[in-house]
């Protein structure tokens, strides 16, 4: 019998570069700095006469960001964008670095791709002050899987565990162990825990930290193995199917793994953009998003 249980944790573990500069202020720095300025000043000025021509019904075309070609959900809210005049032009990205570098240096207007808790340590750690949430879009639980047992409760002995062997997954795999019986954390080890930060194992468990997509085809090796559900949908894995636990994500800390619509935050209440929001937190993309996904990513919007 499967039972749906909270974990913590999500998506992929961040590296952020960090950069210095020095010298003088010299005349050619001041006018750079003043160039700079007024180019920005330009940008937001045209940022705004597009989002103005909706009396004039003409199209107003936004850049969305996204990880990967399945935008189902996205054609849905296209579909109700276009009485508007609104237009959401797909950029497709292939890893999780590049859609936000993309939004800060203004070549998208959007972006929906990674968790609230992924976001936030991304600008925490890149300086990134003007980016903000426009909405809440989907939840993709972790799951507990095994090609040996059907029930945690079976499994006696020595256990060999799989977890994704990046920080974020990793921490959230690690959660999850905690909180189905395996092990306890440090009380200190906050939403991203590792290895280290395991106090005591409750079971005879040895930890296996693997490439999250290597882990699927490792299952007969393992007695289990934590998958994220992109990669377990990847492998062919359902969490109704083949799940043993998975994550309640009604369950208030959940919300930090919750998907995320990003925007500049001078653009987020912008009338354009909460037309977008409207259109995708609409019943007729849950729909789809139920329909699609077969259960595998849940809505979380009202």
Not at 191 to 216: C, G, R, S
């Amino acid at each position: 019998m499967k039972k749906r249980i909270l974990a913590l944790g999500l998506t992929v573990a961040l590296a952020a570069a960090s950069l210095a500069a020095c010298g003088g202020a010299s005349t050619k720095t001041t006018e750079k700095a003043t160039e700079a300025g007024t180019e920005q000043g330009s940008e937001k000025a045209t940022e705004a006469a597009k989002e103005e021509k909706a009396d004039a019904g003409e199209l107003r075309t936004y850049k969305l960001g996204v990880n990967g070609s399945d935008h189902e959900e996205w054609e849905k809210a296209n579909e109700l964008l276009a009485k508007d005049n609104i237009k959401l032009e797909m950029v497709e990205f292939s890893d999780y670095v590049k859609p936000n570098e993309a939004l800060e240096d203004g070549e998208i207007d959007l972006n929906a791709f990674q968790t609230e808790i992924y976001f936030n340590n991304f600008v925490k750690e890149r300086g990134y002050t003007d980016l903000g949430i426009l909405a809440y879009t989907q939840v993709a639980p972790m799951g507990i899987y095994s090609s040996k047992y059907k029930s945690l409760d079976e499994a006696t002995g020595h256990l060999i565990i799989a977890i994704p062997n990046d920080v974020t997954n990793g921490g959230r795999a690690l959660k999850f162990l905690e909180k189905n019986g395996f092990l306890t954390l440090k009380k200190e080890a906050g939403l991203t825990p590792t290895v280290m930060d395991i106090e005591k194992y409750n079971k005879d468990v040895e930890i296996v930290e693997m490439v999250a997509t290597q882990i699927p085809a490792s299952l007969p090796d393992l007695s289990f193995a934590c998958i994220n559900n992109g990669v377990a949908k990847d492998a062919g894995l359902t969490l109704k199917n083949d799940a043993i636990v998975y994550e309640d994500y009604k369950e208030p800390d959940m919300k930090n793994y919750w998907n995320i619509i990003v925007a500049k935050k001078d653009r987020i209440e912008s009338e354009d953009f909460q037309k977008i929001k409207k259109a995708y937190n609409s019943d007729e993309v849950k729909q789809v998003v139920l329909e699609h996904y077969d259960g595998q990513s849940i809505p979380v919007w009202d």
